[in-house]
């Protein structure tokens, strides 16, 4: 059984505060500080240029893709790390058009995260002849056909939580002939995942939510077997080269992931990164998913019971949630000021939506009960009528 | 006057080393450690994703690029700082070949960095009907014809420090109506550089190795005027939108420089470089550039009155280099595991040439003179015969 308890003790949490928005950025590692620290005094200073040898800096994109597969189902040597999410968005997107080229449809949905929908624009807009098409979630898989030459799906919905069904939907999509990019931003620490075992052809996920490497830590990029060794990265840099210290002039992708690989890795970002993995190494993930139900669903039965006005946003069935309940309230944007002033930190999303995480690892029982108490009387007092929380401001 | 005994102060160098290898990797920023520390637990720990507002993150990506800009002749706003330098590399060369679409050429030359050489070949394996062409360096000029959409070159050469002619190759381009990029990798902070003054279209370079802002540090991007409106970074990702936050399903780019962000920024790799570049704070350009001329003459002198097996591979003119001097000897890689072994520290270009960078900011001529004293040693003792020294390791 996973020690919730001992889980939470290794991480540095402000005192008073619910936190309620570990799905955006997750709380510091306690060892994470040290762990950095030693590598700028130890490695960084006083190996310098030799610490690329010595300290087993290169392996790292692929070391820590190893321990970021375990927790979505990845064998090992499938996963590399580096860049950030829109990156390695960008690297599956191209790789699966050229792989799939008399299909000239990328197929999406209109509630994946902007910046997914963005990195396709932005190809396309390069390539030209393309399509980007965007049916509501609940559409996504009648509109597969053979136009499509990539399904680009994010699991889990930022705003409502809501989860694709992501089995069937891989499945839809190989019977259409299409290949499948699962963006595992709110999935990846959050809930099981199994993309070896559901025939993904991608997954990209990022580090700094639910795994907790810090802000704008290293995304990752998982290749399936019916891609890894096909898949042209389009992003050809050195480091995915196969021989990246030939210095040959010409690019020839290295076997597998390794190829999606780019430029110099973030040695410092990784440092962090491997702390806050090593909290994931004592987790059970059927253990976290039983937790995070528990916690979710406490959590609603709380808000509903005080907080009438607030519409539950996300799906009732936790099994059809990942790891946050949102609800919908029209004044949601001050509310939520109104409940961070008050040391209860969730989010919001336009246009109305209050977002709260649910992350067992360091969050416990009675916080969430406290959140709740918080929550009902900014509602029942108004509190977000106050100019002081009207105030906009940039949030991620 | 720039004090360089008082720059030398604020790194942390390991004793009895002489590092003639930051034109690699620069060494620890002695204020680095605790910078990064205080961004872990006071920002992060503390305000948690509070502190993309509190603590000003949002900001960095434009406020560390204005602190380049200075060293690069770029003014305020037309520098942004992220992802790594081959991701630069493709969204200047995306944009450049989106403006240019009646053409179908890139130019670089035999000796660019193959990194970049990759990223070009990986962009016109993805759009198809390109060319990339590769001249020897001396012959680019010439090269500049009516096909070409794009000039690519890196002004400084990895390997022999060979400068090519800024402005005069810029001008080239721009009279056959192409565009230009600089890699500015081994010029930024090594030697005076003016995009703005010079017509740039594009600049991009990185911030590990003369900036010294840690490994895998993120790199760095210039938008010239006649480009900052226009380009399409094809790499569209919403930290790049116009308005980031509110989630529009729709690209639309920043004005200027800003688009060319894509993911959510590095944070910790900020504070690391903010670190660093208090250090450039201090410095001006033109001592910099004397004082780098003096210590690699004197490195050359040394060397050839030491050691007449060893061949300069730089141009003899100081003029005509950038901040390093390399040397051909068929032997090198053995020979530079041996200097290294005895704690001088430069590294090696196959197939022979043995690189040292000259990096005022912390080396002095002490260490320049004691240095090729070391290297006399090993090349006259044949020390380079040993076996240790002949096993391969990757080096970057």
């Not at 399509?131 to 409502?160: F, H, K, Q, W």
């Not at 930190?345 to 246009?351: K, L």
């Amino acid at each position: 059984m996973t020690d919730f308890e001992r889980t939470r003790a290794m991480f540095d949490l402000p005192k008073g505060i619910v936190y309620l928005d570990g799905n955006s950025l997750g709380p510091l590692p306690r060892a994470a500080t040290d762990a950095v620290a030693r590598v700028m005094r130890d490695e960084w200073g006083h190996e310098l240029i030799r610490a690329w040898n010595t300290c087993g800096w290169m392996a790292q994109p692929l070391a820590l893709g190893d321990r970021i597969g375990r927790l979505i189902g990845a064998p090992p040597g499938t996963v590399a790390v580096g860049d950030t999410l829109s990156i390695k968005v960008y690297q599956a997107l191209a790789s699966a058009l050229r792989l799939r080229p008399g299909r000239r449809v990328i197929l999406s949905d209109s509630g994946n995260f902007p910046s997914d929908l963005y990195m396709a624009q932005g190809l396309i807009g390069l390539l030209g002849d393309r399509e980007l098409r965007t049916p509501a979630p609940e559409d996504v898989a009648a509109a597969i056909n053979e136009d499509v030459a990539v399904v680009m799906l994010t699991e889990v919905d930022y705003r409502t939580g809501r989860r694709h069904d992501m089995p069937a939907l891989t499945a839809r999509a190989h019977a259409a002939g299409a290949l499948i990019i699962w963006d595992l931003a709110h999935s990846a620490g959050a809930v099981p995942v199994d993309v070896a075992g559901g025939n993904a052809d991608f997954a990209v996920g990022c580090t700094y939510k639910y795994l907790n490497g810090g802000p704008g830590s290293p995304a990752f990029i998982y290749l399936g077997p019916s891609v890894a060794d096909q898949a042209r990265p389009a992003l050809a840099g050195w480091l995915g080269h196969d021989a990246p210290f030939a210095f040959d002039p010409d690019y020839r992708p290295a076997g597998g992931v390794a190829r999606m690989r780019v430029g110099t890795p973030p040695i410092l970002a990784y440092a962090a990164l491997s702390a806050a993995l090593d909290v994931w190494d004592e987790v059970d993930m059927a253990d976290l998913r039983a937790r995070s139900i528990e916690l979710s669903e406490r959590f609603i039965a709380e808000v509903e019971a005080r907080c009438p006005d607030l519409e539950l946003a996300s799906p009732r069935d936790p099994h059809a949630r990942g790891s946050q309940v949102s609800f919908r309230f029209a004044d949601g944007y001050a509310a939520m000021q109104a409940l961070i002033a008050r040391g209860v930190i969730g989010d919001f999303r336009a246009p109305d939506i209050m977002r709260f995480g649910f992350t067992p690892l360091y969050l416990t029982e009675a916080e969430v009960v406290r959140g709740a108490e918080v929550l009902e009387e900014v509602i029942r007092d108004r509190l977000y009528d106050r100019p002081e929380h009207r105030r906009v401001e940039a949030v991620t």
